[in-house]
């Protein structure tokens, strides 16, 4: 079944907010000479991109 | 063999289900029938078909790296675990739309509604989800027009950016014209909605400023609020000084509607657009699993007839008759194109693996379905004398409970004016009279159900009210971050003659694009709310024509991929629901415009009128000569918008046909995906 965890993932990205963790992750993974966004950074950076209007509108 | 025994078992409760609900007549059936034959025909569907349509049609590799891992950046292209995607998805794609359509469909009696969502759900609308998220899937998460674009060239790529957008445009109105019918001459909702600006504004502020990024505590605390909106809007409506501060005719709200939407799509997103949608996203997710508990808790008898005696025309909820008036009344619930916009927008950045794709595609469609199958029950366990009562225009009820109850009884659903000034006290409403929309039934059924599981009679008008603000609260959710995406799509088109319009560095372009989307949803809002049938019967064919339309275009597009994948030996799985589609809506398309009926065809009502003008007449519900002339240009604007749609698919289809064409001439496949990765060993 789906855990406690994964249900608060889940909600988040309902929001348009995917977790930080993974994001922390792949940068260190692939980019480790850039500065990765912190985590308030990373969250208007999210929130913009879903609520800008960019990414389409959403259902009727 | 022995794992589809299973299977087969459920597929037989299925048919059991529908054959009951096909054969019995005059005794009152349960709910629980519906549910259960939904439910059942839903799983063997997504076991068998959608499996079918991965492995055969279009040959998902599990090997073959997905863009969330071939452009993984941590922000767009996220390798995502399926459940998460789901609940992301779905939550994208469920809106007002499957929750209103099949309360207007009820009309016809539950049996017409309840068929078309079972069958149009696994044969159109969970099949175009699923392809458009699978086409997208497959280029690097490209969105619909963009696919449009390579697949089939500029000219239908431009003029699927057009249709979309205009569908925007209506779609933005008939949402606010359901809020206004929701929330006129009603202090105590007017109330709890007007709380939900300063709510989330605070919101805003603690999410910017106090706790940045903490969305759980926040929306928790908005949550508290709303429910405190709600308690204390009953002493707001019923104080002497308050209540009709709160109290608006259905004109005064259009302009407050069209005046949030101008402001609202300007200010910065964190301020109070990002925490409304926490607030409604929450909401809506938590309301429809309460929803499904209740029903299957209350096991309510069905009051509604399976069908009634409108299949052949003349309801007073819309008109026309069953064909092809019911299949795009309930668009969204069967098959909605704007999830085409959806499949092709975040969700195939996410999918961690090709073979995601059904559970995400095709089961967050059913899903929605299934949300749909629970309005529709919900509108079919009210006394229908009370959803005639609500669902008719003024000009047939006369207004008030009286000669309400005498309207409905005489179209042979016996109601007193007692049961209907007594049902407006329980909700707390003035009355409930030509309430027309969905979303008042809807509340009020949501009412009766959620009141048998918590509270009894006396929580009755809190759940009512709780009902409306949660589908209110969507509803404005979708007015401002539909308008900022109209604004995005009109820059586009407009950019494309005059190319400066484009440039975000200027603020000009921007505000002008917002204007001039927010008066187009305004002014067909302004019609919706002036027009005397109650505008529902207008706007919402309209909606539901272009809605299907789109989905059209999307399944023409997946019919077209499959051709250049040189899969067209199973082009019959987008082929069989596009044709259905083309059917109903170029039908119900000409008719709006050319039928001779003036309650159907837009162009012999607009006769009708200008007929009488000329003669110095003025024809009720207009009260002068100018609000005649209102009426004629109203009407022929909704006819050149009919001709528009018509001419927007029938150019599609054009394009279609001559693609598939080509490439059954060319020997090799021509689709343009994006390169094979392999995945990345874990």
């Known amino acids: 079944m789906i855990g406690l965890k994964r249900i608060g993932e889940m909600a988040r990205l309902m929001v348009g907010q995917p977790p930080y963790e993974?994001?922390?992750?792949?940068?260190?993974?692939?980019?480790?000479?850039r500065a990765p966004m912190g985590r308030v950074e990373f969250f208007r950076d999210r929130e913009e991109a879903r609520y800008g209007g960019r990414n389409g509108g959403k259902c009727c | 063999m022995l794992k589809h025994i299973p299977w087969i078992l459920l597929a037989i409760v299925g048919a059991v289900c529908l054959a009951v609900l096909a054969t019995v007549r005059g005794e009152a059936v349960n709910a629980l029938w519906i549910i259960t034959a939904a439910v059942s025909v839903f799983l063997v569907a997504y076991r068998y078909y959608a499996l079918y349509i991965a492995r055969h049609v279009m040959r998902l590799d599990p090997a073959r790296a997905t863009p969330a891992h071939y452009r993984a950046d941590g922000l767009d292209y996220v390798p995502t675990d399926r459940r998460v995607l789901f609940g992301h998805h779905f939550a994208a794609i469920a809106g007002a739309g499957p929750l209103v359509g099949p309360v207007l469909a009820a009309q016809m009696g539950y049996l017409p509604g309840t068929l078309w969502i079972i069958a149009g759900v696994v044969v159109a609308g969970a099949v175009q989800d699923f392809m458009v998220l699978f086409i997208s899937m497959r280029r690097d998460g490209k969105s619909l027009g963009e696919l449009v674009r390579t697949e089939m060239g500029p000219v239908p790529g431009t003029i699927a950016l057009a249709g979309a957008f205009m569908i925007m445009v209506i779609i933005l109105a008939v949402l606010a014209l359901i809020v206004v019918r929701a929330l006129a001459e009603s202090p105590w909702g007017m109330f709890t909605v007007a709380a939900t600006v300063p709510l989330a504004l605070l919101m805003g502020v603690y999410t910017r400023w106090i706790r940045p990024g903490r969305i759980g505590e926040v929306s928790l605390l908005g949550f508290v609020g709303l429910i405190l909106a709600i308690v204390y809007g009953q002493s707001i409506a019923a104080s002497p000084y308050w209540g009709p501060i709160f109290t608006f005719t259905p004109v005064q709200l259009c302009w407050i509607l069209i005046g949030y939407g101008a402001v609202a799509s300007v200010l910065p997103v964190w301020l109070l657009l990002a925490p409304r949608d926490y607030l409604s996203t929450f909401l809506k997710i938590g309301a429809i699993a309460a929803l499904a508990i209740g029903i299957v808790v209350m096991a309510p008898p069905l009051q509604m007839p399976a069908l009634t005696q409108f299949v052949n025309g003349g309801g007073p909820v819309w008109s026309g008759s069953l064909f092809p008036f019911l299949f795009i009344t309930i668009a969204c619930g069967a098959v909605s194109g704007f999830h085409a916009l959806i499949a092709s927008g975040t969700t195939p950045k996410l999918i961690a693996s090709e073979t995601d794709a059904p559970f995400i595609g095709y089961g967050a469609m059913l899903m929605e379905a299934f949300v749909a199958i629970m309005a529709l029950v919900a509108a079919s366990i009210l006394d229908p004398g009370i959803y005639f009562a609500m669902n008719s225009p003024v000009a047939i009820t006369g207004g008030d409970p009286a000669s309400a109850a005498a309207a409905v009884t005489a179209m042979g659903f016996p109601v007193s004016a007692e049961t209907l000034a007594q049902t407006a006290r329980d909700v707390g409403e003035h009355s409930i009279v030509s309430r027309t929309g969905g979303a008042p039934t809807l509340a009020v059924a949501m009412a009766e159900i959620f009141s048998h599981a918590v509270g009894g009679p006396a929580m009755k008008a809190f759940w009512y009210h709780f009902a409306i603000l949660f589908e209110a609260l969507f509803i404005l959710t979708a007015v401002d971050a539909g308008t900022r995406a109209g604004r995005f799509m009109l820059q586009d088109l407009i950019g494309l003659a005059v190319p400066a319009f484009r440039e975000n560095s200027s603020m000009w372009p921007g505000l002008v694009a917002t204007g001039l989307c927010v008066a187009s949803w305004g002014f067909f809002l302004h019609q919706?709310?002036?027009?005397?049938?109650?505008?529902?019967?207008?706007?919402?064919?309209?909606?539901?024509?272009?809605?299907?339309?789109?989905?059209?275009?999307?399944?023409?597009?997946?019919?077209?991929?499959?051709?250049?994948?040189?899969?067209?030996?199973?082009?019959?799985?987008?082929?069989v629901p596009t044709v259905w589609l083309l059917i109903c809506t170029l039908t119900a398309g000409t008719l709006k415009l050319l039928s001779s009926d003036p309650a159907v065809g837009f162009l012999a009502h607009a006769r009708r009128f200008s007929d009488a003008a000329a003669r110095g007449e003025v024809l009720a519900p207009a009260?002068?000569?100018?609000?005649?002339?209102?009426?004629?240009?109203?009407?022929r604007i909704d006819a050149a918008l009919c001709a528009l749609f018509l001419a927007v698919v029938l150019s599609l289809l054009y394009f279609t046909v001559r693609t598939c064409l080509q490439s059954l001439w060319d020997p090799n496949p021509s689709v343009r995906e994006a390169p094979a990765h392999a995945l990345p060993a874990a």
């Open chain 1, 22 to 33: 993974a994001y922390l992750a792949h940068m260190r993974q692939h980019h480790p000479d």
């Open chain 2, 623 to 635: 009260k002068s000569m100018a609000e005649m002339q209102a009426i004629i240009f109203n009407d």
């Open chain 2, 528 to 575: 919706g709310v002036t027009d005397p049938l109650g505008g529902v019967n207008t706007l919402w064919p309209v909606f539901g024509i272009s809605n299907q339309m789109l989905a059209a275009i999307a399944l023409m597009l997946s019919t077209v991929v499959l051709f250049r994948m040189k899969q067209q030996r199973y082009a019959w799985v987008t082929v």
